[in-house]
Antibody
């Protein structure tokens, strides 16, 4: 079935980097953008950025510019999100999500995240 | 960035009730609005896309409406499995901002 499977939990020290993977299966990996969303404990959802697995093009939220890098390896249908200069406020669950391009009567009407990974807990602590 | 504001932030209701959650955008987003449901410890699940289109496999008791800046998610008859947190999200422009969430609890 169509799914995204993420790598396991990470514990990092402040200032370090973390790289989370997201392996796609059940569909053509290069046909859909991958987005990354994070959620601190008890908090809401925060969009971090997107990547086109076909071209490698990316777009990041201003908040994470300079600290986040999204890449992919198409040979193994896997997307990656690396966040550097970690601080305690980066402690959160990180999700990858497939972006379904919505087209109604031939008109593009945005994207929606139809398939999500199970989440990866990243804890930043000294 | 476009700000998304949901109301109420929390809501208590009973099985069988009709429930409406509102989402307001800080500027017009046409129909570029999605709704997600999230249960504790789980990833969000897409319910509604493009303001009013029901995602495949989602029960028909869920419906969405609105355009421009004001949107609603309605659950026509609450079921026990519907108690969760609901988020709206705009896909009109990046960043694809989410509302703060509405926690739906059992009365």
């Amino acid at each position: 079935q169509v799914q995204l499977v993420q790598s396991g939990a990470e514990v990092k020290k402040p200032g370090a980097s973390v790289k989370v993977s997201c392996k796609a299966s059940g569909y053509t990996f290069t046909s859909y953008d991958i987005n990354w969303v994070r959620q601190a404990t008890g908090q809401g959802l925060e969009w971090m950025g997107w990547m086109n697995p076909n071209s490698g093009n990316t777009g990041y939220a201003q908040k994470f510019q300079g600290r986040v890098t999204m890449t992919r390896n198409t040979s193994i249908s896997t997307a990656y999100m690396e966040l550097s200069s970690l601080r305690s406020e980066d402690t959160a669950v990180y999700y990858c999500a497939r972006a379904l391009r919505i087209t109604i009567f031939g008109v593009v009407t945005g994207d929606a995240f139809d398939i999500w990974g199970q989440g990866t807990m990243v804890t930043v602590s000294s | 960035d476009i700000q998304m504001t949901q109301s109420p932030s929390s809501l208590s209701a009973s099985v069988g009730d009709r429930v409406t959650i509102t989402c307001r955008a800080s500027q017009s987003i046409s129909s570029y609005l999605n709704w997600y449901q999230q249960k504790p410890g789980k990833a969000p699940k897409l319910l509604i896309y493009a303001a009013s289109s029901l995602q495949s496999g989602v029960p028909s008791r869920f419906s969405g409406s609105g355009s421009g800046t004001d949107f609603t998610l309605t659950i026509s008859s609450l079921q026990p499995e519907d108690f969760a947190t609901y988020y709206c999200q705009q896909s009109y422009s990046t960043p694809g901002t989410f509302g703060q969430g509405t926690r739906l609890e059992i009365k």
